[in-house]
């Protein structure tokens, strides 16, 4: 019987000491050293089995990236670079828990090591099903919030929207289902986007619903031109591809708003889409070759329904 103190050995070993970790894995907190003139930046997020991910469809690689992957995604659109994260397992008493467990964390580590973000800690146990929250750690000398989106200044995408949605769907094709189960997290992009957007979110809920977050945040509304957006391979070809794009969530495409003196500047540096403008008074309105769209009947994801 596999005992909790043989999973963690199991799940640390694909992951090395990351760099001023003053107290790391094995310790009852983790300890680590800020870069002078940096600020600590911090995020949670968490998997779960039955709600964002199920086996066979996702592979324990998939879940161990996509964990990680997800909080990544946060500190990207806080221009934040990542240096460390904790990690929760939630593991269910039945099943091959120690194989799972060992794949989970290859898919992370994996991810961990592209980003030079390290693992310092973290906690085990018993569940219904596997759930994997991460709490993810990165330096940033001015942070990004949603707050700050001014009327006049664009709105922006860095990225792509309705692959992620598309991949859920039965059958999908490979560019959809690797946009579901394998997310790229925009950090470098995020790191170069600190420098000129005014507030930013990543697309994690849907693009309408966390475009309304920012502008609830900032006190503004949005004008968006559909024909715009840059919809992913996968999602012009569905018919139903703009509704995807819209509201289906999970492209962790980054969303910012950018006063519109920075564009030239900024399009040096990273591709982007300019989709819409932030305006005076409340509320998001589509517009589609410049004629009024109406708004979908869903915008997003809702962590608390189904």
Excluded at 2 to 24: H, W, Y
Aim: net charge positive.
């Amino acid at each position: 019987m596999t005992s909790e103190f043989d999973l963690i050995q199991a799940f640390l070993k694909n992951f090395p000491r990351g760099q001023r970790v003053r107290l790391g894995p094995g310790s009852d907190c983790a300890a680590v050293s800020v870069a002078p003139g940096m600020q600590l930046v911090a995020t949670t997020d968490a998997v779960v089995e039955g709600v964002h991910f199920d086996f066979p469809r996702f592979s324990p690689e998939d879940v161990g990236h996509k964990a990680l992957a997800v909080n990544l995604s946060d500190l990207a659109a806080a221009g934040a670079r990542p240096r460390w994260f904790l990690c929760a397992l939630a593991v269910p008493k039945s099943g091959h828990v120690l194989q799972i467990a060992r794949r989970i964390s290859r898919g992370m580590a994996a991810l961990g090591r592209a980003s030079g973000c390290a693992l310092i800690g973290g906690n085990v146990t018993a569940a219904a099903e596997w759930s994997i929250t991460i709490t993810a750690l990165g330096e940033a000398r001015r942070p990004l919030a949603r707050h700050g989106a001014r009327p006049g200044d664009a709105v922006a995408v860095i990225g792509s929207l309705g692959d992620a949605a598309a991949g859920l769907r039965s059958y999908p094709s490979p560019i959809a289902a690797r946009a579901q189960r394998r997310p790229v997290p925009l950090v470098s992009e995020g790191l170069i986007a600190t420098r000129f957007a005014s507030a930013a979110i990543d697309v994690s809920d849907g693009f309408l619903q966390d475009l309304g977050h920012l502008c609830d945040e900032s006190g503004v509304g949005a004008v968006v031109e559909c024909s715009s957006l840059p919809l992913g391979r996968a999602a012009r070809r569905l018919p139903d591809g703009m509704e995807l794009a819209l509201g289906g969530g999970e492209d962790y495409a980054l969303l910012l708003a950018v006063p519109k003196r920075k564009l030239p500047a900024l399009r040096k540096k990273v591709k982007f889409a300019e989709v819409g403008r932030i305006v005076r008074g409340r509320g998001i309105q589509l517009t589609e070759l410049g004629q009024p769209r109406p708004l979908p009947r869903r915008s997003g994801f809702d962590h608390l329904r189904k």
